[in-house]
């Protein structure tokens, strides 16, 4: 599939924004849901429509409405929680399941220690996790929604290292992925550089 990076000159502002390790919890916060909101007009971008007869206070006319698609969020716990408020106030109707693992340090295999999803497979899944570093748990939960029968499913991220993005894309290169900004690479601990520091602790102030 492709990777889509969102250069809205008001994504990339607030970007900045939260980059700056002065922003507060409170802000950080703030702005992820906007940011999350801006990406969901791009991750949506393709959504076919069917036209319906509807009456203004004026006249009958075929009106535009959304045809077909019915979404999950599927938040990677626990940051990937922080983008779900920004898509639900964009899609009310979404539905959200919750991808929660860790990975065992001795047989490096992932652990789900919570997986709930919708019964209905034939849903888009938009997978959510800001931060797309080595790319490890995003595959691991994708295998997971495959495993489990989806075959629709899509990977927003804030910001990405060229590595994790190379990951994904070839072990699962029906996936499309969507980021705010690729940034330059890793360090020695796996985090992404220059990037925002740890999303999570950001996010819920356990920093």
């Known amino acids: 599939m492709a ?3 969102i250069d809205h000159p008001l994504v990339q502002h ?10 507060s919890t409170k802000k950080f916060k703030e702005l992820l849901k906007e940011i999350s909101m801006f990406m969901g007009y791009e991750i949506t971008r393709d959504f076919p429509l069917t036209y319906e007869e509807i009456e203004t206070p004026l006249m009958k006319m075929n009106a535009p409405k959304i045809s077909g698609k019915k979404v999950v969020i599927a938040p990677i716990l626990r940051a990937g929680l922080g ?3 920004g898509l639900t106030t964009l899609i009310p109707s979404a539905r959200v399941g919750h991808i929660g693992m860790y990975r065992d340090e001795e047989t490096c295999l992932p652990v789900f220690y919570y997986y709930k999803m919708p019964a209905n497979k034939e ?17 691991d939960a994708i295998e997971r ?3 489990d029968g989806y075959t629709a499913i899509r990977l927003m991220c804030l910001i990405a290292s060229p590595q994790g993005v190379k990951t994904v894309m070839d072990k699962h290169p029906d ?12 360090n020695e601990k796996n985090y992404i550089l220059p990037g925002l520091g740890d999303a999570g602790d950001r996010i819920f102030g356990t920093r």
């Not at 996936?175 to 890793?186: F, K, P, Q, T, W």
């Open 14 to 23: 607030k970007l900045s924004l939260m980059r700056d390790k002065s922003a």
């Open 3 to 5: 990777l889509h990076i």
């Open 145 to 147: 929604l495959k495993a």
């Open 123 to 139: 849903r888009l899944v938009i997978v959510t996790d800001p931060m797309l570093a080595t790319g490890g748990s995003a595959c």
């Open 175 to 186: 996936v499309d992925i969507y980021l705010a900004a690729l940034d330059e690479g890793l």
């Open 83 to 85: 983008m779900v408020e």
